[in-house]
């Protein structure tokens, strides 16, 4: 891999560590991951802290993860029916994780209210909050991951996830937006981008009432492209205000898991280098429903209704123009300081504070984590580290 150019900005992957020999000005990149043994994974890559990755052995999740039995090429209802297994498959395994340990505050209450969207249909939030808190506080709004087509914001990573940051000093409000997926039916784009939306509207027009002081948007892989697209979508539509602050952690917006490993390592060298690591590539490429639409055309989409991941040239459904479900150009996006095999789509995302305002980075946050884990909901309740509400 000597001749391998690493990417258009740092020129290596980064993580990569720099050597040299004593005699010897050259200075080589070192290599991490499967960059630097294609047969590693989770057990014997060195950078995991030991007891994540006991957690994940606990599991049978540190292994390399294994390819899907279908591929990009399968039939629309085949996929379909990959997709409904990987909710119940990573439901399950949300539900098995320890997700109540010794020590949690149980001072945090929830309570549900349902508002209307905007595509006239019931969308549920949760809403957080510590009893031993008082006054106005700041609000997050919570969207959860799953790649916007599978799990729910009611399972129990998410609501501990939630649970925990509440408990720091603040009003968290848990999305359950419309999955491209759901076993009642399909959603096609933008269903789940309106949930989103009609949720942050509702949240903003009731301020006053919720006892809040300001509003950040935050979500990790597919939760964290809903985030950016909304608050696109907020810029768009002269609902900015709404907006405080924007969090998108470990964004799911690539779309080119399906690349060729040249491609790969010119442009996002992690999908390589973290490639199995929980999840692979070929996973993501086959629950990518972008294919679909060059494949089987709107008919199919219309029927399955699966999000196309990239929306460039024709509209995904006649309509109103909407955002992108991930934007694409740089300048548009908040940072994110984002690990494993989507790292590198994260490293390619710049803060554009005007007109935006200021976008949140980790250190900005109102729930700054100090974590010996992923900084994702999954690997947070594995490990669980300090949260403290930035004062």
Same mark, same amino acid.
């Given at each position: 891999?000597?001749?391998?150019?690493?990417?258009?900005?740092?020129?290596?992957?980064?993580?990569?560590?720099?050597? *040299?020999?004593?005699?010897?000005?050259?200075?080589?990149?070192?290599?991490? =991951?499967?960059?630097?043994?294609?047969?590693?994974? !989770?057990?014997?890559?060195?950078?995991?802290?030991?007891?994540?990755?006991?957690?994940?052995?606990?599991?049978?999740?540190?292994?390399?993860?294994?390819?899907?039995?279908?591929?990009? $090429?399968?039939?629309?209802?085949?996929?379909?029916? /990959?997709?409904?297994?990987?909710?119940?498959?990573?439901? =399950?395994?949300?539900?098995?994780?320890?997700?109540?340990?010794?020590?949690?505050?149980?001072?945090?209450?929830?309570?549900?209210?349902?508002?209307?969207? %905007?595509?006239?249909?019931?969308?549920?939030?949760?809403?957080?909050?510590?009893?031993?808190?008082?006054?106005?506080?700041?609000?997050?709004?919570?969207?959860?991951?799953?790649?916007?087509?599978?799990?729910?914001?009611?399972?129990?990573?998410?609501?501990?996830?939630?649970?925990?940051?509440?408990?720091?000093?603040?009003?968290?409000?848990?999305?359950? /937006?419309?999955?491209?997926?759901?076993?009642?039916?399909?959603?096609?784009?933008?269903?789940?981008?309106?949930?989103?939306?009609?949720?942050?509207?509702?949240?903003?027009?009731?301020?006053?009432?919720?006892?809040?002081?300001?509003?950040?948007?935050?979500?990790?892989?597919?939760?964290?492209?809903?985030?950016?697209?909304? *608050?696109?979508?907020?810029?768009?539509?002269?609902?900015?205000?709404?907006?405080?602050?924007?969090?998108?952690? %470990?964004?799911?917006?690539?779309?080119?898991?399906?690349?060729?490993?040249?491609?790969?390592?010119?442009?996002?060298?992690?999908?390589?280098?973290?490639?199995?690591?929980?999840?692979?590539?070929?996973?993501?490429?086959?629950?990518?429903?972008?294919?679909?639409?060059?494949? %089987?055309?709107?008919? *199919?989409?219309?029927?399955?209704?699966?999000?196309?991941?990239?929306?460039?040239?024709?509209?995904?459904?006649?309509?109103?123009?909407?955002?992108?479900?991930?934007?694409?150009?740089?300048?548009?996006?908040?940072?994110?300081?984002?690990?494993?095999?989507?790292?590198?789509?994260?490293?390619?995302?710049?803060?554009?504070?005007?007109?935006?305002?200021?976008? $949140?980075?980790?250190?900005?946050?109102?729930?700054?984590?100090? !974590?010996?884990?992923?900084?994702?909901?999954?690997?947070?309740?594995?490990?669980?580290?300090?949260?403290?509400?930035?004062?």
């Amino acid at each position: 891999m000597s001749n391998i150019s690493y990417g258009p900005h740092s020129g290596q992957p980064e993580g990569a560590m720099m050597s *040299a020999s004593a005699d010897d000005t050259t200075v080589h990149p070192k290599l991490s =991951g499967r960059l630097d043994d294609p047969g590693r994974d !989770l057990r014997t890559d060195p950078r995991l802290k030991p007891r994540l990755r006991a957690a994940l052995a606990a599991f049978g999740l540190d292994a390399a993860a294994g390819p899907p039995p279908i591929d990009r $090429t399968a039939a629309p209802e085949a996929i379909v029916e /990959f997709v409904g297994e990987s909710h119940a498959g990573f439901g =399950g395994l949300y539900e098995a994780l320890p997700n109540d340990l010794p020590g949690d505050d149980d001072s945090v209450e929830f309570s549900t209210d349902t508002v209307r969207g %905007v595509d006239g249909n019931d969308i549920t939030l949760r809403i957080y909050r510590s009893a031993n808190v008082t006054g106005p506080l700041p609000c997050t709004v919570y969207i959860h991951g799953g790649g916007m087509t599978i799990l729910d914001a009611f399972a129990k990573v998410h609501q501990r996830w939630c649970e925990d940051l509440a408990a720091t000093g603040m009003v968290v409000i848990g999305v359950d /937006f419309r999955n491209a997926y759901s076993a009642e039916g399909m959603h096609p784009f933008p269903a789940g981008l309106n949930d989103c939306t009609s949720a942050l509207e509702w949240v903003n027009d009731h301020r006053g009432q919720l006892d809040i002081t300001s509003v950040v948007l935050q979500g990790e892989s597919g939760g964290a492209n809903l985030v950016l697209a909304t *608050a696109l979508k907020a810029k768009r539509d002269g609902h900015l205000d709404a907006i405080n602050g924007v969090y998108a952690m %470990v964004p799911y917006i690539s779309g080119g898991y399906g690349w060729t490993d040249i491609r790969k390592l010119r442009e996002l060298p992690s999908m390589i280098e973290n490639d199995g690591y929980f999840i692979n590539c070929a996973m993501m490429d086959v629950s990518t429903p972008r294919h679909l639409r060059q494949r %089987v055309g709107s008919v *199919a989409r219309r029927r399955h209704g699966l999000l196309p991941q990239t929306h460039r040239g024709r509209r995904a459904r006649p309509g109103p123009r909407q955002p992108r479900p991930h934007p694409r150009r740089r300048n548009d996006l908040p940072a994110s300081r984002a690990r494993g095999l989507l790292r590198d789509r994260a490293r390619h995302q710049t803060i554009r504070r005007q007109p935006l305002g200021a976008l $949140t980075t980790p250190e900005d946050h109102p729930a700054r984590r100090h !974590l010996t884990a992923e900084r994702t909901p999954w690997g947070h309740h594995m490990i669980r580290g300090k949260t403290y509400a930035k004062r």
